[in-house]
């Protein structure tokens, strides 16, 4: 059972071009979590959320980034004006929610390709 | 800020083999899991473990956190378990992920 999906699985777009990737989580917790992953390297952390707050973000996150949950569900990562390089996989995370501190869960990503 | 190596960086094993993957943080950290990336690039949680070892089938994990590092044990290995296999620590609520170890297993 998914912990967390994602909305689009595939999002193909042109340089230049507003994004908005979806992740709902499948029951109500309180910290979510970006990263994204570059063909072939290493998952990289982008920016976490507590309670409709950024309470940590990365170098990478920069000002053509932005995320909310404008519905108290959906969470969404925004990509202002997409660049060549924006292109990869982005994954939404949650915590568990169980009472063990920073296990995350992982949904199953969308890949972004920006042409 | 934290680093984390893995290794080896890439292993190839006969079904049924044995083997063992390590990971090496820079700093105290209070969270760790392991996760393995599946050939669709699901990340898929093997074990949380900032201490400790804890085993699930074939798969066990120990962690050593006084000294920096963990291992991933998996035991007679299956076709289904190559991909790669990631680490990933933190000393707050965000990880650091390593650069992994891809697996293949050959039947």
């Known amino acids: 059972e998914p912990e967390v999906t994602q909305t689009p699985s595939h999002q193909v777009t042109q340089m230049g071009q507003e994004v908005i990737l979806r992740c709902v989580p499948i029951s109500n917790h309180l910290y979510f979590y970006w990263y994204r992953q570059i063909l072939g390297q290493k998952v990289e952390f982008l920016v976490s959320f507590y309670n409709n707050e950024i309470s940590e973000k990365s170098e990478i996150f920069d000002d053509q980034f932005s995320v909310e949950r404008p519905d108290g569900s959906n969470f969404t990562l925004k990509i202002r004006s997409t660049k060549l390089e924006d292109s990869a996989m982005y994954f939404c995370?949650?915590?568990?929610?169980?009472?063990?501190?920073?296990?995350?869960?992982f949904g199953p990503g969308t890949r972004l390709t920006v042409t | 800020g934290i680093q984390v190596e893995q290794s080896p960086p890439d292993l190839i094993l006969q079904e049924g083999a044995n083997s063992t993957l390590r990971c090496n943080f820079s700093d105290s950290v209070n969270n760790l899991q392991w996760f393995h990336q599946n050939p669709w690039g699901q990340l898929i949680n093997l074990f949380y473990?900032?201490?400790g070892t804890k085993q699930n089938g074939r798969l066990s994990a120990t962690t050593v956190a006084t000294e920096r590092y963990s291992l991933l044990y998996i035991s007679s290995s299956q076709t289904t378990d190559s991909g790669v296999y990631f680490c990933?620590?933190?000393?707050?609520?965000?990880?650091?992920f390593g650069p992994g170890t891809r697996l293949s297993v050959l039947p």
């Open positions: 995370a949650r915590e568990t929610g169980t009472g063990v501190p920073y296990e995350q869960y």
């Open positions: 990933a620590a933190g000393a707050g609520q965000n990880f650091v």
């Open positions: 473990i900032p201490s």
